[in-house]
């Protein structure tokens, strides 16, 4: 399996923003698709955005559309989450994780390799 490791968490003020970096050392050509997810205590994991590793395609749920995107760079092995207007109710552990999946996904059942998650705390 692919190891993927993310950083970037923190304490963030309501309203501020914060971006998320995945790494994977040396993406394996096998997999499709790279997407983030949270999950706050108590709750489900959440699928939030993937993004297509050959053209760069992405597809972002309707919960944080027009506040969080999610890019790419390949020669640095990355993939990035960008958060803007942050809220209270978005402090979660966010993962990412791959997918051999050809077609976009958020469903966290399509993903095969995870990473251990980055903590984001949004609160004054």
């Known amino acids: 399996q692919v190891q993927l490791v993310e950083s970037g968490g923190g304490l963030v003020q309501p309203g501020g923003s914060l971006r998320l970096s995945c790494v994977t050392p040396?993406?394996?050509?096998?997999?499709?698709?790279i997407g983030w997810f949270r999950q706050a205590p108590g709750k489900e994991r959440e699928g939030l955005l993937c993004?297509?590793?050959?053209?760069?395609?992405?597809y972002t749920a309707d919960s944080v559309k027009g506040r969080f995107t999610i890019s790419r760079d390949n020669a640095k092995n990355t993939v990035y989450l960008q958060m803007n207007r942050l809220k209270p109710e978005n402090t979660a552990v966010y993962y990412c994780?791959?997918?051999?999946?050809?077609?976009?996904?958020?469903?966290?059942?399509?993903?095969?390799?995870w990473g251990q998650g980055t903590q984001v705390t949004v609160s004054s």
């Open positions: 993004i297509s590793l050959s053209d760069g395609s992405t």
């Open positions: 994780a791959a997918s051999f999946f050809r077609i976009p996904t958020i469903d966290p059942e399509d993903f095969h390799s």
């Open positions: 040396g993406f394996s050509l096998d997999y499709n698709y």
